[in-house]
C-alpha cells in the first residue's frame, strides 16, 4: 500500500517562500505522476501542480509564476516550493498521487488515488 | 478556482439514497473523465470514483458514478452516519490546462 507524508515548515512569514516535501514509502516514485494540492480553511480544493517522475511538470496557471515542483527519485521524494505567500496561502497541502492517462474516446483521466494526512502552513509574521 | 459547480448540501435519513450533481462544461466534464472524492471531517479526501464510474478496490458499492453531456452525478444508496462528509468531484479542464475540483458537497445524514 503506498503511502505519502508531507513535511515541513508550520508557519511561514509573508513574502517568504514555502517549502514542503512529500515521502513516498510502500511504493516506487516512478512511472507515476504525483501532486501538491491545497485547501483552505474551510474551503475548497485547489490543484497546485503535478510532477512526473521523469521530471515533466504542469502548473495551475493561477500559481504558476511562484511555484516550483521538484522529485528526487534516489529518496522517492518530491517537494513543493511558492514564493512570495501571503495570508492567502494559508491552507493544508496535501500530496497526492495522480493516475493520469490519457484515451481518445473518454479525455484525460486524472484521479489522486494515493494522499498524504496533509500538513497546516499558516503565513504569518 | 472552482469551475465546477456543486449544490453546497444535500441531506437525507438513515437507508435513504442521495445524488450530488457536478455541473461543468464541454472543456471539462463534457470532454473527460470524472472523478469523485469523499472528505471525512479532519481528514484527506478519499478517491471514490474514478473514470466516472469505476471503483477503487476497497470502496462499497453503494456508491456510483455517471457522466452524460457537462454533468456528472454520485449517488450513494442506503445512507450510513458514517457516510457524513464532504464530497468533491474533479477533472481535468482542456481549455485551462490544469485539474479542477467542485465546489464541494456537504452530506448530513438526519
Known amino acids: 500500500q503506498v503511502q505519502l507524508q508531507e513535511s515541513g515548515p508550520g508557519l511561514v512569514k509573508p513574502s517568504e517562500t514555502l517549502s514542503l516535501t512529500c515521502t513516498v514509502s510502500?511504493?516506487?516514485?516512478?512511472?507515476?505522476?504525483w501532486s501538491w494540492i491545497r485547501q483552505p480553511p474551510g474551503k475548497g480544493l485547489e490543484l497546485i501542480g503535478y510532477?512526473?517522475?521523469?521530471?515533466?511538470?504542469n502548473y495551475n496557471p493561477s500559481l504558476e509564476s511562484r511555484v516550483t515542483i521538484s522529485v528526487d527519485t534516489s529518496k522517492n521524494q518530491f517537494s513543493l516550493e511558492l514564493s512570495s505567500v501571503t495570508a492567502a496561502d494559508t491552507a493544508v497541502y496535501y500530496c497526492a498521487r495522480v493516475g493520469k492517462s490519457y484515451d481518445i474516446l473518454t479525455g484525460y483521466s486524472l484521479p489522486f488515488d494515493f494522499w498524504g494526512q496533509g500538513t497546516l502552513v499558516t503565513v504569518s509574521s | 478556482q472552482s469551475v465546477l459547480t456543486q449544490p453546497p448540501s444535500v441531506s437525507a435519513a438513515p437507508g435513504q439514497n442521495v445524488t450530488i450533481s457536478c455541473s461543468g462544461t464541454s472543456s471539462n466534464i463534457g470532454s473527460n473523465c470524472v472523478s469523485w472524492y469523499q472528505q471525512l471531517p479532519g481528514t484527506a479526501p478519499k478517491l471514490l470514483i474514478y473514470d466516472n464510474n469505476k471503483r477503487p478496490s476497497g470502496i462499497p458499492d453503494r456508491f456510483s458514478g455517471s457522466k452524460s453531456g457537462t454533468s456528472a452525478t454520485l449517488g450513494i444508496t442506503g445512507l450510513q452516519t458514517g457516510d457524513e462528509a464532504d464530497y468533491y468531484c474533479?477533472?481535468?479542464?482542456?481549455?485551462?490546462?490544469?485539474?479542477?475540483f467542485g465546489t464541494g458537497t456537504k452530506v448530513t445524514v438526519l
Open positions: 474533479g477533472t481535468w479542464d482542456s481549455g485551462l490546462s490544469v485539474g479542477v
Open positions: 510532477i512526473f517522475y521523469s521530471g515533466n511538470t
Open positions: 510502500g511504493g516506487s516514485i516512478t512511472s507515476y505522476y
